[in-house]
C-alpha cells in the first residue's frame, strides 16, 4: 500500500456570500478510491482543491497520512492530480510532460526518461512520448496528464471530473484503466464526479456532497439501495415518489403495505421513494396501469405508465419481458417487498419522475 | 492618383474569366486588388523617396547620400542610444507587466479591469502632456536636496550617454501595446490549469513563470517586443523636448543641413526597423515551430 489517509476535519470555505464548504468531515482510508458526488456547486471540487493547495479553508484542516497540510504550498504537497481541462503543457511533448516533475526534482535526465517511458507504458501510450499535446486526443491527454500526476509516486491522487471532457465510450474504458491502475499502485484516491454511474462502477465508497456538506457516504450498493436522505435517493439512480399513507411503522403505497426505511416524517400524506427496477410490471388486459411511453434501452427496457388516479410510474424491467408492452398495453403493477425510503410529502402538484439515467 | 493606372488590369481582369467555382476565383481577384492598391499606397512614396536619394540632376545615379550617413556625426551613438534604451524598454517593460497580469489573473480576477485601464491611459494622454509633466517634475530639485540620494538620483536618470528617464517615459508610453499583446497570449492559454498543473508537479513560481509561462507565451512575449521596439526607435516628442538625442531626434536634426541625406536616413531607419522587427519575429515563430 502506497497510500496514505486523508482526513478532512470541519472543512469550511465561502466565497463572498456563497458556501461553498460548510464544515466538511470526512475520512478516506489508505488505499481507497473515494469518489466526491454531487451537483455543481455542491462543493467537491473544492474540497479537491484544498488537498491539492489550489485552495486555503476558512477553517478546518486537512490531514494527509495524519499530518496537517492545510498551510503547506501547493508545490510542496505529496499528491498528483489530474485536471477536468486538458491541463499538459503545450510546449513540451508527452514524455517531457511526464517528467516536468522529476526535472524540477531535478532526477537525472537519464533516469527520469527512463521513468516517464514506464509510467507513459503504464497508461497505454508507449510509443507517443514524442508527440505533443496538440498531437493527441482528449482522451491520450488524459492519460499522459495521469501518467505525470503519477510520476512524482504521491501518496493521494486527486482526480479532478478528468473524464467529463471525453466522449462516452472513451469515458468508461479509461474510468475502468483508472480503477485498474489505482488498484495495482494501491494509492489513495479522490475521484471527483457529478456523473453518479462513474462514482458507482469504480469507488470503494461514495460520498455524496450537498451544499458544502456530506449528505451520505458508504459503499456504492449502500448508497444506492439505502439512499440515507431523500436528496442522496434522488441524485444517485432514478426515483419514483409515489403518494403513500403512513400507518405506524409501515407505509401504504398502491395498494400494498410496506415497511418503512430510515427516518419517519410525521404527516400520514407521505411521497414513498421506489427504484424503477423494484417495480413490477405483469402485462394483463386488464391492468389498472397504462403503458405511456417504453424506451428501449437494449438489456432494459424502460416504461412510463399512469395509475388510474394519475400518478406516473417508471418501471425497468427486462427487455425481452417488455415485448408485449408498448404504449397503450395494461399492466399491474406490484412494488418488490423490501423496506422503502419516505419523505415528506412534496407540495408540488405534479410528481413525474425525470427521464434520466 | 496616376499611380493607380497599374494597378487598374487586374481589378478588370478578375470579373471576366467567368469560371465555374466563381466565388474562390473572384475572392482571389479581389484579394489581389486590395493588395495592389495597399502596396501602392505604401511603396509609392517609399520608391520616390529612393528616387529622390540615388538621383543627383548633375551627376546622374550615386548612393553617395548613403555613404554620407555612416560617416555622419552622431550616426553611431545616436543609433547605439536608440538600440540601447529599446532594450531596456523591452526588459523593463516586461518585467513589470507579466507578473502583473499574472497575478492579477489568477489571484485577482476583479483587479483585471483597472489594470486594463491603467495600462490603456497613456494612449488617452497625448505624448506633449506626457512631457510637460516630465520635465516639470525633473526641473524641481529645491537646494536644500541638493546633498540628498534624491537629488542625485534626478541628474543620475538624465544622465545624456543612457538617459533613464526615456527608458521610464517609454514604459508607460508602451504599455498599452504590451498589455494588449500579453493579454491576447494569455487569454490563447488555460493559465490557471497550466500553473496549478506546473504547481501540482512541485514547481515553485518562479519555475512556473520560466518553464510553464515564457515558454507557452513566446508569439505574444515577441509582439510586444516588437511592437515596443517599433515604438522607441520611432519615439521623438520626449527625447526631443527633454533635450536627448536619439536616433529619431538626431535624423531630423541632420535633415536641415542636407536634404538628399535626411531622405537616405529615413529610409535607412525604415530598413533598420524591419530588419530587426523581422528578425524577432522568425526568432518567435522558429522557436515555437521547434517545440
Known amino acids: 500500500m502506497n497510500g496514505a489517509q486523508v482526513e478532512f476535519r470541519g472543512l469550511r470555505r465561502a466565497f463572498g456570500t456563497t458556501v461553498a464548504l460548510d464544515g466538511l468531515d470526512l475520512t478516506v482510508a489508505p488505499g481507497e478510491l473515494i469518489a466526491l458526488l454531487g451537483p455543481s456547486g455542491c462543493g467537491k471540487t473544492t474540497a479537491l482543491r484544498c488537498v491539492a493547495g489550489f485552495e486555503t479553508p476558512d477553517a478546518g484542516a486537512v490531514l494527509v497520512g495524519g499530518e496537517d497540510i492545510t498551510r503547506v504550498p501547493a508545490n510542496r504537497r505529496d499528491a498528483g492530480m489530474v485536471f477536468q481541462s486538458y491541463s499538459l503543457f503545450p510546449n513540451l511533448n508527452a514524455r517531457d510532460n511526464v517528467a516536468f516533475g522529476m526535472r524540477v526534482r531535478k532526477v537525472p535526465a537519464a533516469k527520469r526518461h527512463a521513468r516517464a517511458a514506464e509510467l507513459l507504458e503504464l497508461v497505454g501510450l508507449p510509443s507517443q512520448g514524442g508527440r505533443y499535446p496538440h498531437q493527441l486526443s482528449g482522451g491520450q491527454q488524459q492519460r499522459v496528464a495521469l501518467a505525470r500526476a503519477l510520476a512524482l509516486e504521491p501518496s493521494v491522487l486527486l482526480l479532478d471530473e478528468p473524464l467529463s471532457a471525453l466522449d462516452a465510450k472513451v469515458r468508461v474504458t479509461l474510468r475502468e484503466e483508472i480503477r485498474r491502475l489505482q488498484l495495482s499502485l494501491g494509492i489513495t484516491t479522490i475521484f471527483v464526479t457529478h456523473d453518479q454511474e462513474e462514482a458507482l462502477s469504480v469507488a470503494d465508497h461514495v460520498a455524496v456532497l450537498k451544499d458544502g456538506r456530506l449528505e451520505q457516504v458508504g459503499t456504492p450498493a449502500e448508497v444506492y439501495d439505502r439512499p440515507a436522505t431523500p436528496f442522496v435517493a434522488e441524485f444517485v439512480g432514478t426515483m419514483n415518489h409515489l403518494p403513500g399513507r403512513l400507518d405506524g411503522d409501515q407505509v401504504e403505497v398502491i395498494g400494498q403495505r410496506l415497511p418503512v426505511h430510515g427516518e419517519v416524517p410525521a404527516g400520514p400524506d407521505v411521497d414513498v421513494l421506489v427504484r424503477p427496477e423494484t417495480v413490477l410490471v405483469t402485462a394483463a388486459h386488464d391492468g389498472d396501469a397504462e403503458v405511456v411511453t417504453a424506451s428501449f434501452r437494449g438489456a432494459s427496457v424502460r416504461l412510463r405508465l399512469r395509475l388510474a388516479d394519475g400518478t406516473e410510474v417508471l418501471a425497468d424491467l427486462p427487455g425481452h419481458d417488455a415485448t408485449r408492452l408498448g404504449p397503450g398495453g395494461r399492466a399491474f403493477l406490484r412494488l418488490v417487498r423490501r423496506p422503502v425510503l419516505v419523505a415528506p410529502r412534496a407540495t408540488a402538484p405534479a410528481k413525474v419522475p425525470a427521464a434520466g439515467v | ?291
Open chain 2, 1 to 291: 492618383m496616376a499611380a493607380l493606372t497599374p494597378a487598374a488590369p487586374p481589378v478588370t481582369d478578375a470579373p471576366a474569366p467567368a469560371r465555374r467555382p466563381g466565388r474562390p476565383r473572384a475572392g482571389r481577384g479581389w484579394r489581389g486588388a486590395v493588395l495592389v492598391i495597399a502596396a501602392v499606397y505604401f511603396l509609392t512614396p517609399l520608391l520616390a523617396s529612393f528616387v529622390f536619394t540615388v538621383n543627383d540632376p548633375v551627376t546622374g545615379f550615386t548612393l553617395d547620400a548613403y555613404l554620407e550617413i555612416f560617416s555622419a556625426e552622431g550616426f553611431v551613438s545616436s543609433l547605439l542610444l536608440s538600440l540601447g534604451l529599446a532594450a531596456a524598454t523591452i526588459v523593463t517593460v516586461l518585467v513589470l507587466t507579466l507578473p502583473a497580469m499574472l497575478a492579477a489573473r489568477l489571484s485577482a480576477p476583479r483587479l483585471r479591469p483597472v489594470l486594463e485601464v491603467l495600462c490603456t491611459l497613456p494612449l488617452v494622454v497625448p505624448p506633449i502632456t506626457f512631457v510637460a509633466g516630465i520635465s516639470t517634475v525633473l526641473r524641481w530639485g529645491p537646494d536644500y536636496l541638493a546633498t540628498t540620494p534624491f537629488y542625485m538620483t534626478l541628474i543620475a536618470v538624465q544622465n545624456p550617454s543612457f538617459p533613464v528617464v526615456l527608458v521610464i517615459a517609454n514604459v508607460v508610453l508602451a504599455l498599452p501595446f504590451v498589455y494588449r499583446a500579453l493579454d491576447a497570449g494569455l487569454g490563447a492559454m488555460d493559465v490557471r490549469t497550466l500553473v496549478e498543473a506546473a504547481r501540482n508537479c512541485g514547481a515553485s513560481w518562479p519555475h512556473v513563470l520560466l518553464r510553464v509561462i515564457i515558454p507557452n507565451l513566446k508569439s505574444g512575449l515577441a509582439s510586444a517586443s516588437f511592437l515596443t521596439l517599433a515604438l522607441v526607435l520611432g519615439e521623438y516628442t520626449v527625447a526631443r523636448l527633454l533635450g536627448f538625442q536619439p536616433f529619431s531626434v538626431w535624423i531630423v536634426t541632420i535633415s536641415g543641413s542636407n536634404a538628399a541625406m535626411s531622405v537616405a536616413v529615413s529610409i535607412f531607419s525604415l530598413l533598420l526597423t524591419w530588419l530587426l522587427l523581422l528578425v524577432l519575429s522568425t526568432a518567435g515563430t522558429r522557436r515555437r515551430r521547434q517545440s
